[in-house]
T-cell receptor
Framework: NAGVTQTPKFQVLKTGQSMTLQCAQD?????MSWYRQDPGMGLRLIHY?????ITDQGEVPNGYNVSRSTTEDFPLRLLSAAPSQTSVYFC???WGQGDGSPLHFGNGTRLTVT | KNQVEQSPQSLIILEGKNCTLQ??????????LRWYKQDTGRGPVSLTI?????NTKSNGRYTATLDADTKQSSLHITASQLSDSASYIC?????????????FGGGTRVLVKP
């Protein structure tokens, strides 16, 4: 059981470049989300989706786009990379947003923007 | 602003010893409190989820306690093992007026030495 798979594991971008971080889950979870993790700070929600075709902004959405065309996939797009987007990005999924539904995280993408 | 504060930021313990991690939160009202374990270079993995009406929950050598009156939780690790070396993250889900969102603490980094 693969769970949540993120690719790539590492990426270096130059300022202004764009890229897509991939996330796929094989647990048929309706809820998927993207977080960024910076040193000394808690995980912060970027965007989330409660099902195919439905997305919404989280706490820090600026500079990022998402789409959800299938239940399994939830890619995160960086439109024009900035050094402030240097971070570790985690994708997570769960049965729902409600009580008792733990998040299942991927192993992250470490992004450096120079 | 809803906050989740964890202490200490880091600690070192000897293999076989016990330790307790603290989590104080201001999220109110809340529906549940979660503890996650994050190994270096990996995504967080759920350890326990407690609703506001639960006082304690165990997962093997991990025992979480919750005092909703004082808005404090603790995670106790019994007979620590080298594999317990990780960051431990406290997460609180709000409810009602606090919003149905997760607020993450900054984590406590635990190093278990032989």
């Amino acid at each position: 059981n693969a769970g949540v798979t993120q690719t790539p594991k590492f990426q270096v971008l130059k300022t202004g470049q764009s890229m897509t971080l991939q996330c796929a889950q094989d647990m048929n979870h309706e809820y998927m989300s993207w977080y960024r993790q910076d040193p000394g700070m808690g995980l912060r929600l970027i965007h989330y989706s409660v099902g195919a075709g439905i997305t919404d902004q989280g706490e820090v959405p600026n500079g990022y786009n998402v789409s959800r065309s299938t239940t399994e996939d939830f890619p995160l797009r960086l439109l024009s990379a900035a050094p402030s987007q240097t971070s570790v990005y985690f994708c997570a999924s769960s049965w729902g947003q409600g009580d008792g539904s733990p998040l299942h995280f991927g192993n992250g993408t470490r992004l450096t923007v120079t | 602003k809803n906050q989740v504060e964890q202490s200490p930021q880091s600690l070192i313990i000897l293999e076989g010893k016990n330790c307790t991690l603290q989590c104080n939160y201001t999220v109110s009202p809340f529906s549940n409190l979660r503890w996650y374990k994050q190994d270096t270079g990996r995504g967080p993995v759920s350890l326990t989820i407690m609703t506001f009406s639960e006082n304690t929950k165990s997962n093997g050598r991990y025992t979480a306690t919750l005092d909703a009156d004082t808005k404090q939780s603790s995670l106790h690790i019994t007979a620590s093992q080298l594999s317990d070396s990780a960051s431990y993250i406290c997460v609180v889900r709000g409810a009602g007026a606090a919003g149905n969102k997760l607020t993450f603490g900054g984590g406590t980094r635990v190093l278990v030495k032989p």
